[in-house]
């Protein structure tokens, strides 16, 4: 009974994917294009007597003590460039993984935006947020809207001489304004977000506020630098000001013409080594493909779900795995897991197959399987990081929300799959698929036709001899004809008499005689004289 069980919970959980991967899709918050017409930049306010530059310099002194290791810091260059949206997120992560797995100290973001997707800066911020090394932005020409969000959560801002920051305020998808009481709920929530990752930087959230909010007034030292009814903007001079005693930069960490002028100024000419993250075609493809994930994924599972129903193995099982290789490429891309998930959903199909054709009946294989596959499933949807502490990597943020889906997708499975069989109509492709690739078989071994298929209905109740090993499929013959057949339990021997309990919709079932020989009825009379190998 067990292997019937497996059998059909592998069936289920093709469609428990597909129906998971169209459910399992994050909301995104409003878009963040750049705005028609630039702010208004707040007014550059007198420099105090002491400058920036002493700050400057001290801070990114005693900052470089602490990165340098061995003589040299290391450091990895990810680009942030066009609009910020999905593709942008999965190359930072995926930077950012695979510095942690190089051991790489410094990041920096190579940025020149005009904006994109709030619920794509906020997960890019959050990403920033796990690196455990130390990061940096370096706005080249803009980085405006979302691209702002992303630079405040760096541990430090850098500039080009003609840099532009700021203009981030909520608006709609084709850049209108939104309604006043969303508008209140995104940016509450923005700069709940903005404080939480920069309460390290005197300045920053007010400032980030102030891009956010056109009603935020951002005042210092008792002048007002953005007035209410208007966003804030800020140059690289205007973000190099200093404020406070003692003295305190605005939000810039420093001005440089390119990032080798940046790294040259923080660590001294000789002492780092740069790498730049690099993005093939073959990436962008994958990437692109990642955003149609749910359809590739809803295509594979689907087919391998009519492959398990059908015997054999053919067109759709290879569809079905080509399909699924690409959604865990997609997914390795998307920096969301590595080739691991993959490789166990591999094993766990490898068990699953062993249990059903060579150990039928003997329950580890198949269980084990189906444990390594659902376990994949959710490992390849959690965000896990290198290097992660047990304690941080199975905890209830990561893990939860898989699982949840995983067991979403199973209830959805068994509603859609009593649909599939009883709501479905019987139209020109079910035809074809239940009678040529289940009972259509036969044809193609004993020349049974299409028009002989309802008389396979009379075979119920009858003995038929075993003529290939049922485990659980096989071949069976009645009156000198060979048909595809199935054994719900266990397997059964060449030669051993079966006794015909019914028709599915994809195929004849069978069980053992009771007596266990060849009796009387079609199968044992129409032996030929070679034996069971002498049918035609």
Avoid at 22 to 44: F, I
Avoid at 45 to 52: L, Q, S, T
Avoid at 502 to 529: C, L, M, S, W, Y
């Amino acid at each position: 009974m067990f292997r019937l069980l497996a059998k059909h919970l592998l069936s289920w959980l093709a469609l428990a994917t597909a129906c998971m991967a169209l459910t399992d899709q994050t909301p995104r918050d409003e878009k963040l294009p750049a705005p028609a017409a630039a702010p208004t930049p707040a007014a550059s306010p007198a420099k105090k007597d002491a400058g920036p530059a002493a700050p400057v310099a001290n801070a990114n002194a005693t900052a470089a003590a602490r990165i340098v290791t061995d003589g040299k810091a290391r450091v990895m260059v990810i680009e942030v460039r066009e609009v910020i949206d999905s593709p942008v997120l999965y190359v930072l992560r995926r930077g950012l993984k695979e510095a942690e797995e190089k051991k790489i100290n410094v990041v920096v973001l190579d940025m020149e935006t005009p904006g994109g997707v709030a619920g794509t800066a906020l997960e890019m911020m959050e990403a920033l947020d796990k690196f455990s090394g130390h990061t940096i932005t370096y706005i080249n020409t803009e980085a405006i809207s979302a691209g702002a969000f992303i630079a405040a959560a760096t541990d430090e801002i850098w500039f080009a001489p003609k840099g532009v920051i700021g203009a981030a305020a909520a608006v709609s998808g084709d850049g209108q304004d939104i309604p006043e009481t969303m508008r209140l709920k995104i940016n509450s929530f923005l700069r709940a977000k903005i404080r939480a990752l920069t309460e390290a930087h005197p300045y920053r959230g007010q400032v980030l506020s102030a891009m956010i909010d056109k009603d935020y007034e951002l005042k210092i030292d008792g002048k007002i630098l953005k007035p209410k009814g208007e966003l804030l903007s800020l140059t690289a001079t205007e973000a190099m000001t200093a404020y406070g005693d003692p003295p305190q930069v605005l939000l810039a960490a420093g001005v440089a013409a390119d990032v080798d002028d940046l790294l040259t100024q923080k660590f001294g000419k000789a002492n780092f080594e740069s790498e730049r993250l690099e993005v093939t075609w073959s990436e962008r493809l994958a990437q692109w493909l990642n955003m149609i994930k749910p359809i590739l994924l809803s295509l594979g599972m689907l087919a391998l779900f009519i492959e398990f129903k059908t015997p054999g193995f053919g067109m759709f099982g290879i569809a079905g795995i080509v399909l699924l290789a690409i959604v865990f490429l997609s997914s390795y891309v998307a920096g969301l897991s590595g080739h691991e998930p993959m490789l166990l959903f591999a094993l766990g199909l490898v068990l699953v197959i062993a249990e059903l054709i060579f150990f039928p009946g003997l329950v580890l294989p198949a269980l084990t399987g189906l444990v390594l596959m659902l376990g994949s499933l959710v490992w390849a949807m959690a965000d896990l990081w290198p290097n992660e502490p047990i304690s941080v990597t199975w905890s209830s943020d990561v893990l939860v929300a898989p699982i949840m889906n995983l067991a979403f997708g199973l209830l959805l499975t068994a509603l859609f799959a009593v649909a599939l069989v009883k709501f479905i109509p019987r139209g020109w492709f079910w035809d074809k698929l239940v009678l040529s690739s289940s009972i259509g078989a036969a044809a193609q071994i004993s020349g049974v036709s299409a028009e002989q298929a309802a008389h396979i209905n009379t075979f119920v109740g009858r003995r038929a001899l075993v003529t290939t090993p049922l485990r659980p499929f096989g071949q069976i013959e009645i009156d000198g004809r060979r048909y595809e057949a199935s054994v719900s339990v266990g397997s059964v021997e060449r030669g051993a008499a079966v006794i015909v309990t019914k028709r599915t919709d994809f195929g004849i079932e069978v069980e053992p005689a009771p007596d266990g020989a060849p009796g009387a009825d079609g199968a044992a009379q129409n032996q030929h004289p070679g034996g069971p190998e002498g049918a035609a």
